[in-house]
């Protein structure tokens, strides 16, 4: 059974104190590891997909790598705007296109 | 291009009723996926449909169903709703093929109280 786990639940950061969000994950094969924002009340907004391992991204403050058992996404000199709830998910290679979410890690900036 | 909508955005039940919930996929997508998310967690997996056919089905009771229509919109629907019901519903779209990425975009969400 594929699984996910993140950490920490919860972060509170100084505005311009980066740090780095963990995303653990055990499947059968990864086909893609997909992380999203989401605020609020609202619908998950996606950010990264990474395939494979060594892989990285980034986009603007956010910076996404992987390995092969855990992907790291590194906020660089957050701002206020950037507290919001950090999804991560796993799709596996054996047939299904189903993500399994973690819970997320809630990020507070504060100013 | 057009994103996922969600109607309504609220929505107020009381148990025992039965309510759905819509969604208009992301223009070019075929799939879509309801989730549901309680307070604090991590989306739910409930059923995906591919081409108005039913793709794949999370650990739901029967009373959860769904349709998706030629135009790859989709409906949910719950039977007899319990308290525990209440929760984010959450639709997303993807296009499932062989050059596909299988990224799923997310709508706005409903949020389902039942009372």
């Known amino acids: 059974e594929d699984q996910v786990t993140q950490s920490p639940e919860a972060l509170r950061l100084q505005e311009g104190e980066s740090s780095s969000l963990n995303c653990s994950y055990t499947?059968?094969?990864?086909?893609?590891l997909f992380w999203y924002r989401q605020d609020p009340g609202k619908g998950p907004e996606f950010l990264f997909t990474l395939y494979s391992a060594g892989e990285e991204k980034e986009k603007e403050r956010l910076k996404a790598t992987l390995t092969k058992k855990e992907s790291f996404l590194h906020i660089t000199a957050p701002k206020p705007e950037d507290s919001a709830t950090y999804l991560c998910a796993v799709q596996d290679r054996g047939g299904s296109y189903i993500p399994t979410f973690g819970r997320g890690t809630s990020l507070i900036v504060h100013p | 291009e057009t994103g996922v909508t969600q109607s309504p955005t609220h929505l107020i039940k009381t148990r025992g009723q039965q309510v759905t919930l819509r969604c208009s996929s992301q223009?070019?997508?075929?799939?879509v996926s309801w989730y549901q998310q309680a307070l604090g967690q991590g989306p739910q997996f409930i059923f995906q449909y591919y081409r108005e056919e039913e793709n794949g089905r999370g650990n739901f009771p029967p009373r959860f169903s769904g349709l998706q229509f030629p135009n790859y919109s989709s409906e949910l629907n719950v039977n007899a709703l319990e308290l525990d019901d209440s929760a984010l519903y959450l639709c997303?779209?993807?296009?499932?093929?062989?050059?596909?990425?299988?990224?799923?975009?997310f709508g706005p969400g409903t949020r389902l109280t039942v009372l």
């Open positions: 223009s070019g997508h075929n799939t």
């Open positions: 499947v059968s094969g990864l086909r893609g």
């Open positions: 997303a779209s993807s296009q499932m093929g062989r050059d596909s990425t299988d990224t799923q975009y």
